[in-house]
């Protein structure tokens, strides 16, 4: 017949369970930890940048280094969750210019389309988009799909010609925040937002534009 546990042997199984609790969660943790990784664009180049996020998975930070480029065709991805999209840019406002892409994209295809997870949350930083010889963008020359959640930040939006009169365009459910970005519009440029409403009598969605 085995004997009851005392109370010295029921301390040190509850020891022996803390420290077997406390090994798992560090090897859980540590799970969770690798499997986020920094995927690095080899240029700013638009060719170097969608290779990039092509390999970025949920949890990845995609690196995009300091430079300039004219792209001449658009990026396009369907970003898993909780993914960040980081230029070069400084913590200063804007971020200093130091990741900058223009637009020479001669179609009307959007310079940079994403397509946000309706989980977790998607981050673009430190990021210069200029206007350059482009046709005009009339879906909105960097274009947010969701539904999902999203932060922009740093980032520096130059729209000085009238093919990006749609700067950025955010749509079917995209919610988020913008801050510590500098907004250089002319004329009729402006944040497109079309979350939903339809337009009386049918039409276009329309929003806060």
């Given at each position: 017949?085995?004997?009851?546990?005392?109370?010295?042997?029921?301390?040190?199984?509850?020891?022996?369970?803390?420290?077997?609790?406390?090994?798992?969660?560090?090897?859980?943790?540590?799970?969770?930890?690798?499997?986020?990784?920094?995927?690095?664009?080899?240029?700013?180049?638009?060719?170097?940048?969608?290779?990039?996020?092509?390999?970025?998975?949920?949890?990845?930070?995609?690196?995009?280094?300091?430079?300039?480029?004219?792209?001449?065709?658009?990026?396009?991805?369907?970003?898993?969750?909780?993914?960040?999209?980081?230029?070069?840019?400084?913590?200063?406002?804007?971020?200093?210019?130091?990741?900058?892409?223009?637009?020479?994209?001669?179609?009307?295809?959007?310079?940079?389309?994403?397509?946000?997870?309706?989980?977790?949350?998607?981050?673009?930083?430190?990021?210069?988009?200029?206007?350059?010889?482009?046709?005009?963008?009339?879906?909105?020359?960097?274009?947010?799909?969701?539904?999902?959640?999203?932060?922009?930040?740093?980032?520096?939006?130059?729209?000085?010609?009238?093919?990006n009169y749609k700067a950025v365009q955010f749509g079917?459910?995209?919610?988020?925040?913008?801050?510590?970005?500098?907004?250089?519009?002319?004329g009729t440029h402006a944040l497109y937002f079309f979350?939903?409403?339809?337009?009386?009598?049918?039409?276009?969605?329309?929003?806060?534009?």
């Amino acid at each position: 017949m085995l004997a009851a546990p005392g109370k010295a042997d029921r301390q040190t199984i509850g020891i022996q369970m803390n420290k077997i609790i406390a090994v798992l969660t560090l090897c859980l943790l540590g799970t969770s930890l690798a499997q986020a990784a920094t995927v690095s664009a080899t240029s700013c180049a638009a060719a170097d940048v969608q290779a990039a996020l092509n390999l970025a998975k949920a949890g990845d930070t995609v690196l995009i280094p300091a430079g300039t480029a004219n792209w001449s065709q658009g990026v396009s991805w369907n970003a898993p969750q909780n993914v960040t999209i980081k230029g070069a840019g400084t913590t200063a406002t804007g971020g200093g210019d130091q990741t900058v892409i223009i637009d020479d994209i001669p179609s009307g295809s959007p310079l940079l389309k994403i397509s946000i997870s309706s989980s977790g949350l998607m981050r673009l930083t430190g990021i210069t988009f200029r206007s350059g010889s482009g046709a005009i963008k009339d879906n909105g020359t960097i274009k947010f799909e969701g539904p999902g959640n999203l932060r922009i930040d740093h980032c520096h939006i130059i729209a000085s010609t009238t093919a990006n009169y749609k700067a950025v365009q955010f749509g079917s459910g995209v919610f988020g925040v913008m801050d510590s970005c500098i907004l250089d519009f002319t004329g009729t440029h402006a944040l497109y937002f079309f979350n939903g409403r339809n337009e009386p009598g049918g039409g276009d969605w329309m929003g806060n534009y």
